[in-house]
């Protein structure tokens, strides 16, 4: 088992940034190889993909809604990965899930294994 947290949602106002973390836990500290990716759901929507990161760091996909704002990256010492989020926008608002796969870097949310509670982000306009 694989347990996710997030942290470092907020509120903030448009063309703010913010920084979210997941810190896994569990059989990721075995070093057990998996792949992290960000999703998330604002109200009334489906969860979508926003990006993934393998675990050498050297696949990197990302959501077009989000390419060229948003960046992830990983410290696989401290199995926490990252989501840092600029020039945010009202329509990035959503609760922020972080997941795990030992898939390699997908976007399709049925490929993750472990999923966290997840972190609200809400930006104002």
């Known amino acids: 088992q694989v347990q996710l947290v997030e942290s470092g949602g907020g509120l903030v106002q448009a063309g703010g940034s913010l920084r979210l973390s997941c810190a896994a836990s569990?059989?990721?500290?075995?070093?057990?190889?998996?792949?992290m990716g960000w999703f998330r759901q604002a109200p009334g929507k489906e969860r979508e993909f926003a990006a993934a990161?393998?675990?050498?760091?050297?696949?990197?996909v990302y959501a077009d809604s989000v390419k060229g704002r948003f960046t992830i990256s990983r410290n696989n010492a401290k199995n926490t990965v990252y989501l840092q989020m600029n020039s945010l926008k009202p329509e990035d608002t959503a609760v922020y899930y972080c997941?795990?796969?030992?898939?390699?870097?997908?976007?399709?949310?049925?490929?993750?294994?472990?999923w966290g509670q997840g972190t609200q982000v809400t930006v104002s306009s």
């Open positions: 569990g059989r990721a500290s075995s070093n057990y190889i998996y792949t």
């Open positions: 990161i393998n675990w050498g760091g050297d696949r990197i």
């Open positions: 997941a795990a796969t030992p898939r390699i870097a997908t976007r399709l949310d049925g490929a993750y294994d472990y």
